[in-house]
């Protein structure tokens, strides 16, 4: 097995010092709807949490309810209605729990669970921070269209917020992986990425990184000629950066065209069940505008994405 990260893999507001002293107890956190919407996130932390031995938190926020009308009795009745909602996810949630990881996974000690009130894309936010997740856990959704832009909307949103990796998953998904994918730019955080997504390797695993240049019709040979000599060289650099293990395989491809697409087709033809990419790291208020390619493959992937932020 891989040996624990390096506190540098994880974002964390801590010194080194002090991370690692927590990083033994930092769960993977996995944020659900309680129900069957629960399960492909509950698996996948399940997964990851016994890959980088982690204990596993999970997480369902019951989100206020929306009223239009300003009667005092009908907020009344909505605030009731709240409070039996709370009340009735932390058991339901409980069962969800014990329904993947086993009857006994919650008085054992390797699962926590909790049940809290507010807006989830904050809520799972500031959990990820007080806790020091190792990664936080999401479901997008697998078929009905609804449940699908829910679940892509959600993450998204709550992407804006972190500061920690997150893992989002149509369906469940498993460490460690043969293959995964990696959206370059050859940036510091498309490298990070990179030495995260290393971690979820299995020994004799091919990492594939891919950098997309727009299609230019009627580019100037002399641009061409530019990308022919320069883009090798970046793609050398940044492998050296990963350093990566002499048992893992590190490739790279250039596409031109829309990146997305681009990147999910190499995904398919490798049969890679994981993308990964990097975010920049953003002040607060950047982060309310981000429009950014994590947060277009979130919305269109059919396998998990993986999204580490740099600061």
């Keep these: 097995m891989l040996p624990t990260p390096e506190p540098t893999d994880f974002p964390h507001s801590m010194g080194v010092e002090a991370h690692d002293r927590t990083r033994l107890t930092a769960p993977v956190l996995a944020a659900v709807r309680v129900g069957a919407h629960a399960e492909?996130?509950?698996?996948?932390?399940?997964?990851?949490?016994?890959?980088?031995?982690?204990?596993?938190h999970a997480l369902t926020v019951v989100e206020p309810m929306v009223s239009f009308a300003v009667e005092s009795d009908l907020a009344g009745v909505l605030a009731e209605a709240e409070r039996e909602q709370l009340a009735r996810a932390r058991p339901a949630l409980d069962a969800n729990v014990r329904e993947v990881a086993g009857a006994s996974a919650l008085a054992e000690g390797g699962w926590t669970a909790e049940a809290s009130a507010g807006v989830a894309p904050a809520?799972?936010?500031?959990?990820?921070?007080?806790?020091?997740a190792r990664c936080v856990v999401m479901g997008l959704g697998q078929h009905a269209l609804l449940d699908r832009l829910f679940g892509s909307e959600t993450a998204?949103?709550?992407?804006?917020l972190l500061t920690k990796p997150l893992l989002a998953v149509p369906h469940a998904f498993?460490?460690?992986?043969?293959?995964?994918?990696?959206a370059s730019d050859f940036s510091p955080?498309?490298?990070?990425?990179?030495?995260?997504?290393?971690?979820?390797?299995?020994?004799?695993?091919?990492?594939?990184?891919?950098?997309?240049?727009?299609?230019?019709?009627?580019?100037?040979p002399a641009w061409l000629a530019v990308q022919e000599r320069v883009i090798p060289g970046l793609f050398a650099e940044q492998v050296r950066a990963i350093a990566a293990p002499a048992d893992r395989h590190v490739e790279w491809t250039q596409r031109a065209?829309?990146?997305?697409?681009?990147?999910?087709?190499?995904?398919?033809?490798?049969d890679?069940?994981?993308?990964?990419?990097g975010?920049?790291?953003?002040?607060?208020?950047?982060?309310?505008?981000?429009?950014?390619?994590?947060?277009?493959?979130?919305?269109?992937?059919d396998r998990a994405v993986l999204v580490a932020t740099t600061d």
């Design 272 to 277: 890679a069940p994981l993308v990964a990419l």
């Design 189 to 220: 955080a498309s490298t990070a990425a990179a030495r995260l997504a290393l971690t979820l390797l299995k020994p004799g695993g091919t990492l594939t990184l891919v950098h997309v240049s727009p299609r230019l019709e009627a580019a100037p």
């Design 279 to 301: 975010r920049h790291g953003l002040k607060p208020i950047e982060r309310l505008f981000v429009g950014s390619t994590s947060s277009a493959l979130l919305r269109r992937s």
């Design 123 to 132: 809520i799972i936010a500031e959990r990820a921070h007080a806790l020091h």
């Design 257 to 270: 065209g829309q990146a997305i697409a681009e990147v999910l087709d190499v995904a398919a033809r490798a």
């Design 156 to 160: 998204v949103r709550t992407l804006r």
């Design 40 to 56: 492909p996130a509950l698996l996948s932390a399940a997964s990851l949490g016994g890959w980088l031995g982690a204990p596993v």
């Design 174 to 182: 498993a460490v460690p992986c043969s293959r995964i994918v990696v």
